[in-house]
């Protein structure tokens, strides 16, 4: 299957789109800004250490609860760090930004009677943030985040909850990720439509297009490739 047949699938048999949303509809620069550069700052002042100090220290944090609930948990590590990270996210909210074509695919989405899901592993204080900067949860008829289904979004039982919270069906279901692993846990779930979207991060960072299983991922660059 290639984009142009997906697409086809998409605005014909297609009845839930599940969506991801940091680096999928939102330009990851916000994260990769926040927590390489702002939190990394904030933890040397506070602490009295060097900036490359700091990042070392906190990228070793961040890297031992990868994968968990915990990763996105923003509360966790406000804790952990003594930081008050949802007032720090709120001080770079103007950083936060959709995609190119984001809004006008979700109203497509919606014209066109699909049921449109938000999945995601963000923590709830970060989803409110974020549709409050960008106004894009009234596109959405359901929000799921992994503190919901008890796991994230690479786990296979992820899958299992949000088809019985959501009632889709495996086979008339597209999903659209940026990360391998969470890209490679709906595959193995069975999802029949997996998209990647590439270019998480606008500025500069490559494309996500990894092989997997000596093939690529079938992603796109830009929601204008999706729109009727």
Not at 49 to 57: N, S
Not at 130 to 148: C, H, N, P, Q
Request: net charge negative; glycine share 6%.
């Amino acid at each position: 299957m290639d984009v142009v047949e997906l697409k086809t699938a998409l605005w014909g048999k297609v009845e839930h789109v599940l969506l991801d949303m940091d680096g999928t509809l939102m330009d990851k620069y916000f994260d990769d800004y926040f927590w390489g550069h702002l939190v990394p700052e904030r933890y040397a002042e506070k602490h009295a250490m060097t900036f490359g100090r700091a990042k070392d220290l906190l990228f070793s944090k961040y890297k031992s609860v990868e994968g968990t609930l915990d990763w996105t948990d923003i509360d966790f590590w406000s804790e952990q760090l003594h930081l008050d990270i949802p007032a720090l996210k709120e001080q770079i909210r103007h950083l936060i930004e959709a995609h190119p074509h984001v809004e006008d695919f979700l109203m497509s989405l919606r014209d066109a009677g699909k049921k449109v899901i938000l999945a995601t592993n963000a923590h709830y204080k970060t989803i409110a943030i974020k549709m409050k900067k960008t106004e894009l949860g009234r596109y959405f008829d359901r929000v799921i985040a992994s503190f919901d289904m008890g796991y994230p979004k690479e786990d296979a039982r992820f899958w299992i909850n949000a088809q019985k919270t959501l009632g889709f069906d495996k086979d008339r279901t597209l999903f659209i990720d940026d990360t391998p692993e969470v890209i490679d846990s709906a595959i193995s779930y069975g999802i029949r439509y997996v998209l990647v979207k590439n270019m998480p991060n606008s500025r500069g960072h490559t494309p996500i297009n990894s092989p997997r299983g000596g093939q690529p991922y079938l992603s796109i660059d830009s929601f204008s490739e999706l729109l009727p």
